[in-house]
């Protein structure tokens, strides 16, 4: 059982910046795709960015590329979301998610594992 640990939200001004932070309890991420998925109040979680550990290719959500930027530390077996630019409709709880295997986690039905979930505010 993989535990995903979620830090680094919180409430930020339009043109901000915040790295949110993943962390796999008691397992390393080799072997695994992490990345991280948002759901703003009243709808469907969505696809953020993910990162194959073994290779360390990123993908993103079309939209997100540019301000957002996901990578990894293999030392601190830790995975990051530097967001920049930040507006208000990247308001969202943004959860951690990891699927075994350096296979595609563009897709909620995808993921092995969750996270709890870190909440970010953007206000205008």
């Known amino acids: 059982q993989v535990q995903l640990v979620e830090s680094g939200g919180g409430l930020v001004q339009a043109g901000g910046s915040l790295r949110l932070s993943c962390t796999a309890s008691g397992r390393s991420f080799s072997n695994y795709a992490v990345g991280w998925f948002r759901q703003a109040p009243g709808k469907e979680r969505t696809f953020v960015a993910y990162i194959t550990w073994s290779t360390g290719s990123t993908y993103y959500a079309g939209s997100l590329k540019g301000r957002f930027t996901i990578s990894k530390d293999n030392a601190k077996n830790t995975v990051y979301l530097q967001m920049n630019s930040l507006k208000p409709e990247d308001t969202a709880v943004y959860y951690c998610?990891?699927?075994?295997?350096?296979?595609?986690?563009?897709?909620?039905?995808?993921?092995?594992?969750w996270g709890q979930g870190t909440q970010v505010t953007v206000s205008s």
């Open positions: 998610a990891a699927r075994f295997g350096s296979y595609d986690l563009s897709e909620v039905g995808r993921a092995n594992y």
